[in-house]
């Protein structure tokens, strides 16, 4: 008989390891104690940035960023092929804009070893820059143009996900309340709110901001924290000078989308796993977003919504088998990059489950790295 | 060590860890390394902070400005005109009239151009900023910065970022020799020993980010560093004993041959 993998939670990253898993002839089943991308994976702007998210240096969290988006022509299509649905994808590319002369100098080093690794960046300045994005703000100094990056419109791209999943013969259960890990030694036991146990060979932590739950259980400590991200969108017709690229900033972004929309996020707020929208934390996007699109001075955002992103001690995800819980593989932490970083986790993780072992530099994103004994010092 | 406070200019101070708040992974990892590490002087760069509405800027939303000095830098200025108009910006915004004079001249290695840097510091002292240039360990410089008004030296032990710790101990101890505003070592610091041994040479503080906010654990690093800052200021204050070029019985040569054969020689 087949194993049977359980995978824990129901978001991009669960859905992705499902979909991976269930190609590779393994047996999988899907447990969310809601509904399947109802968290951090919704709420997303879908942003495939790897440049753009990693400005400092070529490490190995951006090696992981980077593999990820090479990955993802493939994947959408294989998502697209066995889900029969449709999503936006845009190889928009991006600019990432600077309003200081101090900027440049930054700019200019970040595009010095960004091109030796697969970016094909240029710093646009004047007419140049305002030429390939009419709409922005003459108060902008020069941009960097990274055209390797695009977007993916991650609503419909999880709905297409889990549709894909279940025509691959992932089982999916929706709606569970709170899932307790009840056994993991010699075999795998997830407990359900309603009392049903779900047994497996093995397991795939998938569950985002949550994943702390777990900390302390399996001999390690799992130091993920919610951080809040507030987002608003505007209508953005065919009056409205449209936005070429996706267009970051020290303060955010902002990235318009097939279905009319100008996505504007996003806040990072210590708010525990409060989902609320705050008039502060929107009133910040509104404050700074006109010194990028100045047409947004006299638009009103018609939708507001909040997402809680999964934050790791050391900002990178948690990949990998747990050493001292052999029947569990971690795929959980991704921060501000779930969605980018979703086709990479899902192989690293089902390699995992294959018994394969994980790169030399993967290892930077073992589960258990960061041991158990720090907290004791400060105590 | 609780009365062992120091100054720049009127401000007092007792943390001689001066932290910087960009790299961190998240708000909430910064929030707890801040709050760990002790640290009463932040620093930002001017050039990432949204000027128009400070408290709601990325980052410095998650502090609370009352509780720290604020210590804006010019970091990406590449002249002594930049990093002027860059200062009277940050200053005008009503975040700090303290200013943190960083003028690289390669992006490569952004080692501070000791020319320019200067030039600011005499521009930016007669304006009535609080002055504390960041410079290369080079003693002369140091001085000059010093008699042009700095309100303190800020030599670095390595390229930023690079984490090479002190390259030059020696050069250190001179410029704290010399100078009679404090000295803190900043940037290229890699480790707690490093932080420690610029305590030890006699730097009244040290400033750090990237060893901090890098780190795996930044929480468990900040702590770590202030226990490092704390434990060097005490070498110092202690007093080394010299280095010696050959072995001396820690139980004392002469107490060892003149050991009574017995008791009532007593």
């Given at each position: 008989?087949?194993?049977?993998?359980?995978?824990?939670?129901g978001?991009?990253?669960?859905?992705?390891?499902?979909l991976?898993?269930?190609?590779?002839?393994?047996?999988?089943?899907?447990?969310?104690?809601?509904?399947?991308?109802?968290?951090?994976?919704?709420?997303?702007?879908?942003?495939?940035?790897?440049?753009?998210?990693?400005?400092?240096?070529?490490?190995?969290?951006?090696?992981?960023?980077?593999?990820?988006?090479?990955?993802?022509?493939?994947?959408?299509?294989?998502?697209?092929?066995?889900?029969?649905?449709?999503?936006?994808?845009?190889?928009?590319?991006?600019?990432?804009?600077?309003?200081?002369?101090?900027?440049?100098?930054?700019?200019?080093?970040?595009?010095?070893?960004?091109?030796t690794?697969?970016?094909?960046?240029?710093?646009?300045?004047?007419?140049?820059?305002?030429?390939?994005?009419?709409?922005?703000?003459?108060?902008?100094?020069?941009?960097?143009?990274?055209?390797?990056?695009?977007?993916i419109?991650?609503?419909?791209?999880?709905?297409?996900?889990?549709s894909?999943?279940?025509?691959?013969?992932?089982?999916?259960?929706?709606?569970?309340?709170?899932?307790?890990?009840?056994?993991?030694?010699?075999?795998?036991?997830?407990?359900?709110?309603?009392?049903?146990i779900?047994?497996?060979?093995?397991?795939?932590?998938?569950?985002g901001?949550?994943?702390g739950?777990?900390?302390?259980?399996?001999?390690?400590?799992?130091?993920?924290?919610?951080?809040?991200?507030?987002?608003?969108?505007?209508?953005?017709?065919?009056?409205?000078?449209?936005?070429?690229?996706?267009v970051?900033?020290?303060?955010?972004?902002?990235?318009?989308?097939?279905?009319?929309?100008?996505?504007?996020?996003?806040?990072?707020?210590?708010?525990?796993?409060?989902?609320s929208?705050?008039?502060?934390?929107?009133?910040?996007?509104?404050?700074?977003?006109?010194?990028?699109?100045?047409?947004?001075?006299?638009?009103?955002?018609?939708?507001r919504?909040?997402?809680?992103?999964?934050?790791?001690?050391?900002?990178?995800?948690?990949?990998?088998r747990?050493?001292?819980?052999?029947?569990?593989?971690?795929?959980?932490?991704?921060?501000?990059?779930?969605?980018?970083?979703?086709?990479?986790?899902?192989?690293?993780?089902?390699?995992?489950?294959e018994?394969?072992?994980?790169?030399?530099?993967?290892?930077?994103f073992?589960p258990?790295?960061?041991?158990?004994?720090?907290?004791?010092?400060?105590? | 060590?609780?009365?062992?406070?120091?100054?720049?200019?009127?401000?007092?101070?007792?943390?001689?860890?001066?932290?910087?708040?960009?790299?961190?992974?998240?708000?909430?990892?910064?929030?707890?390394?801040?709050?760990v590490?002790?640290?009463?002087?932040?620093?930002?760069?001017?050039?990432r902070?949204?000027?128009?509405?400070?408290?709601?800027?990325?980052?410095?939303?998650?502090?609370?400005?009352?509780?720290?000095?604020?210590?804006p830098?010019?970091?990406?200025?590449?002249?002594?005109?930049?990093?002027?108009?860059?200062?009277r910006?940050?200053?005008?915004?009503?975040?700090?009239?303290?200013?943190?004079?960083e003028?690289?001249?390669?992006?490569?290695?952004?080692?501070?151009?000791?020319?320019?840097?200067?030039?600011?510091?005499?521009?930016?002292?007669?304006?009535?900023?609080?002055?504390?240039?960041?410079?290369?360990?080079?003693?002369?410089?140091?001085?000059?910065?010093?008699e042009?008004?700095?309100?303190?030296?800020?030599?670095?032990?390595?390229p930023?970022?690079?984490?090479?710790?002190?390259?030059?101990?020696y050069?250190?101890?001179?410029?704290?020799?010399?100078?009679?505003?404090?000295?803190?070592?900043?940037?290229?610091?890699g480790?707690?020993?490093?932080?420690?041994?610029?305590?030890?040479?006699?730097?009244?503080?040290?400033?750090?980010?990237?060893?901090?906010?890098k780190?795996?654990?930044?929480?468990?690093?900040?702590?770590?560093?202030?226990?490092?800052?704390?434990?060097?200021?005490?070498?110092?204050?202690?007093?080394?004993?010299?280095?010696?070029?050959?072995a001396?019985?820690?139980?004392?040569?002469?107490?060892?041959?003149?050991?009574?054969?017995?008791?009532?020689?007593?």
């Amino acid at each position: 008989m087949k194993d049977l993998i359980l995978v824990m939670g129901g978001g991009i990253i669960g859905l992705s390891c499902a979909l991976e898993l269930s190609r590779r002839g393994v047996n999988v089943r899907l447990l969310e104690t809601g509904r399947c991308g109802g968290q951090a994976s919704g709420a997303a702007a879908g942003m495939l940035a790897p440049y753009s998210e990693n400005v400092e240096a070529p490490d190995e969290f951006f090696m992981l960023c980077r593999e990820s988006l090479s990955l993802y022509p493939a994947w959408q299509q294989l998502v697209r092929e066995c889900s029969g649905n449709s999503f936006e994808y845009t190889p928009s590319g991006s600019l990432y804009v600077a309003y200081h002369e101090a900027d440049l100098l930054g700019l200019q080093s970040r595009m010095n070893w960004q091109r030796t690794c697969g970016s094909s960046a240029v710093i646009l300045q004047g007419d140049d820059l305002f030429e390939a994005e009419p709409g922005l703000s003459r108060k902008a100094l020069a941009a960097l143009w990274t055209p390797e990056e695009s977007h993916i419109y991650a609503p419909d791209f999880v709905t297409a996900l889990k549709s894909a999943c279940l025509s691959s013969g992932v089982d999916i259960q929706e709606e569970l309340g709170a899932l307790d890990l009840a056994a993991w030694e010699d075999h795998i036991e997830v407990q359900a709110a309603s009392g049903e146990i779900f047994t497996g060979d093995q397991l795939v932590v998938c569950t985002g901001a949550w994943a702390g739950e777990l900390s302390g259980k399996l001999g390690m400590r799992i130091p993920v924290q919610p951080i809040r991200g507030q987002i608003c969108a505007y209508t953005w017709d065919a009056e409205q000078t449209p936005l070429n690229h996706m267009v970051f900033s020290s303060q955010g972004y902002l990235v318009q989308k097939a279905n009319g929309t100008l996505v504007c996020g996003a806040s990072e707020d210590i708010a525990g796993f409060d989902t609320s929208v705050t008039d502060r934390g929107i009133r910040r996007l509104l404050q700074w977003n006109k010194n990028v699109v100045p047409a947004l001075e006299q638009a009103e955002p018609f939708h507001r919504w909040a997402g809680l992103r999964p934050s790791t001690l050391d900002g990178r995800p948690l990949i990998g088998r747990v050493p001292q819980a052999e029947r569990v593989v971690f795929a959980a932490g991704h921060y501000r990059n779930g969605i980018l970083l979703s086709p990479v986790t899902a192989k690293l993780a089902a390699n995992c489950v294959e018994g394969r072992p994980l790169q030399a530099w993967q290892h930077a994103f073992r589960p258990d790295r960061f041991g158990v004994a720090a907290k004791v010092l400060r105590s | 060590m609780n009365q062992d406070t120091w100054r720049i200019g009127n401000h007092e101070m007792s943390s001689r860890f001066f932290l910087g708040t960009g790299l961190f992974p998240s708000p909430f990892v910064q929030n707890e390394a801040i709050a760990v590490s002790g640290a009463e002087v932040l620093t930002f760069a001017i050039r990432r902070v949204n000027l128009d509405a400070v408290e709601d800027d990325s980052i410095l939303q998650h502090v609370e400005p009352e509780a720290f000095q604020f210590l804006p830098n010019t970091s990406g200025a590449r002249t002594a005109d930049e990093a002027v108009r860059i200062a009277r910006l940050a200053r005008a915004s009503g975040l700090s009239d303290w200013v943190k004079v960083e003028i690289s001249a390669s992006e490569r290695t952004l080692l501070p151009d000791p020319i320019e840097t200067l030039r600011a510091t005499e521009i930016l002292v007669k304006e009535g900023f609080t002055v504390l240039p960041y410079i290369s360990d080079d003693p002369v410089i140091c001085r000059k910065l010093e008699e042009a008004g700095a309100a303190a030296i800020m030599p670095g032990g390595a390229p930023i970022g690079t984490g090479l710790g002190i390259l030059n101990p020696y050069n250190i101890s001179l410029i704290v020799e010399e100078a009679s505003v404090p000295v803190i070592v900043d940037a290229g610091l890699g480790t707690a020993s490093d932080a420690a041994l610029a305590l030890e040479l006699g730097a009244s503080a040290v400033l750090m980010n990237t060893p901090v906010a890098k780190a795996k654990d930044p929480v468990g690093m900040a702590l770590a560093m202030k226990l490092a800052i704390e434990a060097g200021r005490l070498t110092y204050l202690s007093g080394r004993v010299p280095k010696k070029q050959y072995a001396s019985a820690s139980s004392g040569l002469e107490a060892m041959v003149s050991r009574p054969s017995s008791p009532d020689v007593l």
